[in-house]
């Protein structure tokens, strides 16, 4: 079982920035592809960006992009969600996922097909 601790959560201003972490564990082998899921209250959950540890291929929403880098350390088991330019629209609980190790990365449209979800991290930005 594969467990995802995530960090980096706080509460900020618009226009601020903030780093998220997760950090994976409990599953032998590091390449993986794993993402950020986003929930805001009263809304559904929303896919953020995604990459795969093996090569460093990203992808990400349109709500985000140019925004919000995700990137890897592999040798930590570790991404990072670096967010620029919070807008109050950002305010969410933000979630890390994964798929299990040699798995092809997955659509961030489909909430269901990400086997691995963290515990969630809050961000709040006021404007």
């Known amino acids: 079982q594969v467990q995802l601790m995530e960090s980096g959560g706080a509460s900020v201003q618009a226009g601020g920035s903030l780093r998220l972490s997760c950090t994976a564990s409990?599953?032998?082998?590091?390449?993986?592809?794993m993402g950020w899921f986003r929930q805001a209250p009263g809304r559904e959950r929303e896919g953020v960006a995604r990459i795969f540890t093996h090569d460093g291929s990203t992808y990400y929403a349109m709500s985000v992009k140019g925004r919000f880098t995700i990137s890897q350390d592999n040798a930590k088991n570790t991404v990072y969600l670096q967010m620029s330019s919070l807008k109050h629209e950002d305010t969410a609980m933000y979630y890390c996922?994964?798929?299990?190790?040699?798995?092809?990365?997955?659509?961030?449209?489909?909430?269901?097909?990400?086997?691995?979800w963290g515990q969630g991290t809050q961000v709040t930005v006021s404007s």
């Open positions: 996922v994964a798929v299990p190790v040699g798995r092809a990365c997955v659509t961030l449209n489909a909430p269901d097909l990400w086997d691995y």
């Open positions: 409990g599953e032998a082998g590091s390449t993986r592809c």
